[in-house]
């Protein structure tokens, strides 16, 4: 079933609202405008909840849900499921020198493989490939998976990597898709050294996503330190310029997951594991009462029942929440 109309008009402001600045600006202005101006006007709260061996529960009714910011309770005026929904596929692709090493191309393009022979009626899928500068878009949305395997066959890897500019785009470029429920794909071995966002940038330009990004980093045990030595053949990476916290981090604000693998089953248990997510959704929303600063204000949520843990997004930038008042009784 698909989320209610009003969900995609609200997702849409959200974005418009939180990432106009930065698509108009230079990197370190971006980030300042961001963080001092601009808060949304709608708070959605896309969750997945898991129960016993991380399957994802289906049964959650809206009083089982108790919804936090910054640790007081607050109150949501809006609750859907969605355990069927068409997606719309942003995949982000690194498309840099150093995917040529160890088949990491390879192992993208048969992931993005898995991706699309998951299809549901009415999913769309976008592909964006980044080297030294911003993505490119490759092939707009579009429901003819077709078109992306073409523009896969194009892409070969070269150059430096400007991962955190890349990423710091694709929220809005996201939001061209046709349906609610988003999701940004990126694959990517972690490296950078050409952004000129920094990592610390990175973070606040991501805090009030609501859409999850799954990272797939693309790496094996293969793969060793270059620390100046051993045989030319053996595949090195610098470790100094690789970083998979750093694509934990952003899929963890988003409400996303990082996937760590190169094999045909470590990437198609990650894929199997995105569909399964997003195909098995709630979502939660609220309007920030405008009192206040702007801030970054963390949520947080509780499920009764036989939740284990709940994958939720971090938090948003905004005013105040409704906070739920407490009658104390004489």
């Given at each position: ?86 997606v719309s596929f942003a995949i982000l692709l690194d498309g840099s020198g150093s995917m040529a090493l160890a088949g990491k191309m390879d192992a993208a393009r ?22 030294d500068k911003e993505a490119h878009e490759v092939v707009p949305f579009t429901e003819d998976v077709s078109a992306i395997a073409r523009g896969l066959g194009n ?51 991501l805090e009030g996503v609501a859409v999850p990004i799954y990272a797939l980093g693309l790496r094996e045990t293969g793969e060793r330190p270059n620390f100046g ?102």
């Open positions: 079933m698909r989320f209610m109309s009003r969900t995609g008009v609200c997702a849409l402001a959200i974005l418009v609202l939180a990432f106009s600045a930065f698509a108009a600006a230079q990197p370190a202005t971006a980030t300042q405008q961001y963080s001092e101006t601009v808060s949304v006007g709608y708070v959605m709260v896309p969750f997945t909840v898991f129960g016993d061996k991380g399957a994802p529960v289906t049964d959650i009714r809206s009083k089982d849900i108790k919804l936090f910011v910054d640790g007081q309770p607050v109150k949501s005026d809006m609750f859907e499921r969605s355990m069927d929904a068409p048969a992931a993005i493989g898995a991706l699309i022979a998951h299809r549901r009626k009415g999913d769309d899928f976008a592909l964006y490939v980044f080297d892409v070969k890897p070269f150059g430096k990597t400007a991962f955190f500019d890349a990423l710091a785009t694709m929220p809005e470029r996201s939001r061209l898709g046709q349906n609610p429920t988003r999701a940004i794909i990126l694959l990517s071995d972690g490296i950078d050294n050409a952004s000129h966002l920094k990592r610390s940038e990175l973070a606040p330009l030595g051993g045989h030319a053949s053996t595949p090195v990476i610098n470790e100094e310029l690789s970083d998979l916290e750093v694509l934990d981090e952003v899929s963890n604000l988003t409400g996303g997951k990082l996937f760590v693998g190169n094999t045909p089953d470590q990437l198609s248990t990650a894929i199997a594991a995105v569909e399964q997510n997003l195909r098995a959704q709630y979502l939660i929303g609220f309007s920030p009462t405008g009192k206040g600063a702007v801030k970054y204000r963390r949520i947080s949520l509780k499920v009764e029942g036989r939740a284990r843990s709940v994958r939720v997004r971090a938090g948003y930038r905004g005013t105040e929440p409704p906070v739920l008042n407490t009658i104390k009784r004489s």
